[in-house]
């Protein structure tokens, strides 16, 4: 098997140094170095594991992305940049020729599905990577379609809590946010409570320590109008590993979509799992 050739955007940060070490570490991949950066780095390489990976900042992306299509032939671009850049970035790929996964949440999404929708390429968009957590949103899903206001009249108290360098809102609670609301409940995205502060992720949530920089706990609470009923889900994630897999099944479904020949298409995670 060929591996598939794969440039993950988005070095030195966090996540996409995970994503990237993964993929440099799976046979069915090969990671190229190179990764499309932020125009507030001023470094130029970065390492992943045993790869030197050079940082291209914006001004010289075009002419890079140019040579790298020449030098290695078509790839797939995994995108774990900033909530600012998933639009522009959209367009880049889009007019460069480049499939792609958008990991990063933020942005307009509708414009991000509009813009390789009217493009040559397809591509894979989704606020969450984790396969289980898509898997508890499927089922949500299931709920809102088959069950529209079962919980008519009750209030909703929605928490998520991220590292403190998360600039958004969480992507999850947000989708989470429609299915409720289809399910009868009355809640806005901008009542979603936001925690981003350290010491109260510690000392009231009771974050490990370790995992500060690197979490996502949510918590829906549902109140019944006379208070006597009450259902609640929790997932909470520590650390960023898996994000990983799911970023992996969706370059493989990619691919396998690429070769087909699908152009100008938008899958989501729920798409790719329903291929494994």
């Not at 570490?25 to 130029?44: A, K, M, N």
């Not at 900033?82 to 480049?98: D, M, R, W």
């Amino acid at each position: 098997m060929t591996p598939i050739k794969i440039m993950t955007n988005g070095l030195p940060g966090n996540v996409a140094g995970i994503i990237a070490k993964h993929f440099l570490q799976d046979d069915r991949f090969e990671l190229l170095p190179f990764s499309l950066t932020g125009p507030e780095i001023t470094r130029g390489i970065h390492r992943v594991e045993s790869m030197e990976v050079a940082l291209i900042r914006p001004e010289k992306a075009e002419e890079a992305v140019d040579g790298i299509l020449r030098a290695h032939g078509p790839f797939i671009t995994i995108d774990y940049t900033h909530p600012t850049a998933v639009n522009q970035n959209a367009q880049f790929y889009c007019t460069h020729g480049l499939p792609f996964i958008m990991g990063t949440t933020g942005g307009d999404r509708k414009a991000l599905e509009d813009t390789v929708k009217g493009s040559n390429i397809s591509a894979v968009i989704a606020p969450n990577m984790a396969k289980q957590i898509i898997g508890f949103q499927a089922m949500m899903k299931y709920a809102a379609d088959t069950f529209p206001d079962l919980f008519k009249g009750y209030s909703l108290s929605l928490r998520e809590s991220h590292q403190k360098g998360k600039a958004d809102t969480s992507g999850t609670a947000v989708a989470m946010t429609e299915y409720f609301n289809r399910m009868g409940v009355a809640f806005g995205v901008d009542e979603i409570k936001k925690e981003r502060n350290p010491e109260i992720q510690k000392s009231l949530w009771g974050v490990p320590e370790q995992y500060l920089n690197g979490h996502a706990w949510h918590t829906y609470t549902l109140t019944s109008q006379d208070q006597t009923v009450k259902f609640e889900f929790t997932h909470n994630i520590n650390g960023r590993e898996v994000y990983a897999q799911g970023t992996m099944d969706a370059a493989v479904f990619l691919n396998d979509r690429i070769k087909a020949g699908v152009r100008g298409l938008v899958f989501s995670m729920m798409d790719v799992m329903k291929k494994q």
